[in-house]
DNA sequence: TTTTCATATGAAACTAAATTCATATAGATT
DNA sequence: AATCTATATGAATTTAGTTTCATATGAAAA
């Protein structure tokens, strides 16, 4: 069965779903969430707290933003960033509770390649 | 503040939360699990349903598989692969709730680039 | 009013995940 | 046992997201 390079994907309207976790699906992403958890923080406390390069920081969190994972707050010249944690806790939370259901031994959540 | 090429991310055991959403943040995956969603299928009934070739499929959902997201089931020559609803349904709920939240008018969950 | 500090932005380069496609496996059917 | 049917697998390629890095913006301080 022969398909066309560029085949249209039928999910369209499945698109937000998508968006959202293309958000979370980054070790970085995960990093600031869970890092904003703690407490709001400027860019800079971000970039400390994480030992990573200011721009990755800034684009990260641009992206975070698009999708109100994360709310801005300006404050002067710095912007204070925090966490939306209605959607994103009990998510994490639903990961926790899935990995220690189903990993009891070791972690199944593992890269398999 | 130069970095290294291949720098250290120092988030090492969020890895879960990563492998995770990476298996989420996928349209063919989202189709797939949304399509288990209203019930059990084979890959063949998969496919048809998704109008997307079969190794495409196959591939999709062994790493769903992976993560325990899906599992499977032999009957014969086919494979019956069904939803885990537990961690999946309620996570699909939380972002219909968010969206509705923050996306009032137009759907704020866009690519934005 | 120039400099400095905090953050954002653009685009090229890089990288890793998804797709493609040929092929393998294995149960069922003849 | 040969064939068919259902699904899995491997590897090269493609593609899209991330990183990088140079630069822009803009607020505060000197």
């Given at each position: 069965m022969k398909k066309k390079t560029h085949e249209v994907i039928p999910f369209m309207n499945h698109h937000s779903y998508n968006i959202?976790?293309?958000?979370l699906a980054n070790p970085l992403k995960i990093g600031i969430i869970l890092c904003l958890r703690d407490g709001n923080k400027n860019v800079s406390e971000i970039m400390n707290a994480l030992k990573v390069e200011q721009s990755k920081i800034s684009h990260a969190l641009t992206s975070l933003k698009h999708c109100k994972i994360v709310n801005v707050e300006q404050n002067g010249k710095e912007r204070i960033y925090s966490l939306n944690?209605?959607?994103i806790i009990p998510m994490l939370n639903?990961?926790?509770k899935h990995a220690s259901c189903h990993c009891k031994n070791k972690c199944c959540l593992k890269s398999w390649k």
């Open positions: 959202f976790f293309m958000n944690k209605d959607t639903l990961i926790d």
